[in-house]
T-cell receptor, first 115, second 108 residues
Framework: DAGVIQSPRHEVTEMGQEVTLRCKPI?????LFWYRQTMMRGLELLIY????????DSGMPEDRFSAKMPNASFSTLKIQPSEPRDSAVYFC?????????????FGPGTRLTVL | DAKTTQPTSMDCAEGRAANLPCNHS???????VYWYRQIHSQGPQYIIH???NNETNEMASLIITEDRKSSTLILPHATLRDTAVYYC?????????FGSGTKLNVKP
């Protein structure tokens, strides 16, 4: 398996623009997670899905952020409008539920820079 | 929300065992102890996890104390490529809370 795939790997945009990050989870995994990593706050869970349904979005910073999972093999994280403080590395992870012990496998991340 | 305490950094000589401690005194009965590492600019990489018993795989060993309030990750023969930030995480109900981790510096 190719592992979790994220695109783009790097994104540079200007403040106010819409940004869309993409993730393809490992085939067969039924959980998908979006994380954000910054120097100040470390790794933070933003939202996670189970069987394409959002379960917990309490980590989403504000309404400018939205995430969707239209099918089992694709998810997007959208920021509209983007701001310089959104600059971070965004990771997607997936896992397969085994009942209490569910290892998450992370993608390589998307490094977002908002100017 | 991180419920683990780790030293900020540690040094280890190449070829020697690296022992990374973690305190999790508030662990509950159904929380697993997970270890991940993050090599610069890469996504976190799974290492090992356990509930009560000690565990070993091809990468490392995990020693959990009998009261489960602390654990130690052991890399038996550290190499330069093991230089990374190591995270000790308590896992329950699908959520990982990553703390600050331990920066392990493996030196020649």
């Amino acid at each position: 398996d190719a592992g979790v795939i994220q695109s783009p790997r790097h994104e540079v945009t200007e403040m106010g623009q819409e940004v869309t990050l993409r993730c393809k989870p490992i085939s067969g995994h039924d959980y998908l997670f979006w994380y954000r990593q910054t120097m100040m706050r470390g790794l933070e869970l933003l939202i996670y899905f189970n069987n394409n349904v959002p379960i917990d979005d309490s980590g989403m910073p504000e309404d400018r952020f939205s995430a969707k999972m239209p099918n089992a093999s694709f998810s997007t994280l959208k920021i509209q409008p983007s701001e310089p403080r959104d600059s971070a590395v965004y990771f997607c992870a997936s896992s397969f539920e085994r009942g209490g012990s569910d290892t998450q496998y992370f993608g390589p991340g998307t490094r977002l820079t908002v100017l | 929300d991180a419920k683990t305490t780790q030293p900020t950094s540690m040094d280890c000589a190449e070829g020697r065992a690296a022992n990374l401690p973690c305190n999790h005194s508030t662990i509950s009965g159904n929380e697993y102890v997970y270890w991940y590492r993050q090599i610069h600019s890469q996504g976190p990489q799974y290492i090992i996890h356990g509930l009560k018993n000690n565990e070993t795989n091809e990468m490392a060993s995990l020693i959990i104390t009998e009261d489960r309030k602390s654990s130690t990750l052991i890399l038996p023969h550290a190499t330069l490529r093991d230089t990374a930030v190591y995270y000790c995480i308590l896992y329950n109900f699908n959520k990982f809370y990553f703390g600050s981790g331990t920066k392990l510096n493996v030196k020649p």
